[in-house]
């Protein structure tokens, strides 16, 4: 088993940044990619960025390429998101995911509680 605690959310105003982090738990050793999704009240989930194991490849969701950067530091077993540019529309909950490479939830198989973000204009 893997344990995700996420952290770093909060109130910001638009055009401000915030930094998530990632802290895993358990059983690390295996070759998990990370990711992070959002969902905001009355709206599906949605994938926001994907690391790879190695720290090496990254991948961005639409909404936030060019905004936000995902990295990694597998000595800490921590993940980061950094959101730069915040819109309003930014705002929902914020989760942690550790499995393989993907874009969809069921590619992952570990999730953290979630972090609050809310931006306001």
């Known amino acids: 088993q893997v344990q995700l605690v996420e952290s770093g959310g909060g109130l910001v105003q638009a055009g401000g940044s915030l930094r998530l982090s990632c802290a895993a738990s358990?059983?690390?050793?295996?070759?998990?990619?990370m990711g992070w999704f959002r969902q905001a009240p009355g709206k599906e989930r949605e994938f926001v960025a994907v690391?790879?194991?190695?720290?090496?490849?990254?991948y961005y969701g639409d909404s936030v390429k060019g905004r936000f950067t995902i990295s990694s530091d597998n000595a800490k077993r921590t993940a980061y998101l950094q959101m730069n540019s915040l819109k309003p529309e930014d705002t929902a909950v914020y989760y942690c995911a550790a499995g393989r490479w993907g874009v969809r939830g069921r590619d992952f198989d570990y999730w953290g509680q979630g972090t609050q973000v809310t931006v306001s204009s």
């Open positions: 358990g059983r690390t050793s295996g070759s998990y990619a």
């Open positions: 690391i790879s194991w190695s720290g090496g490849v990254t």
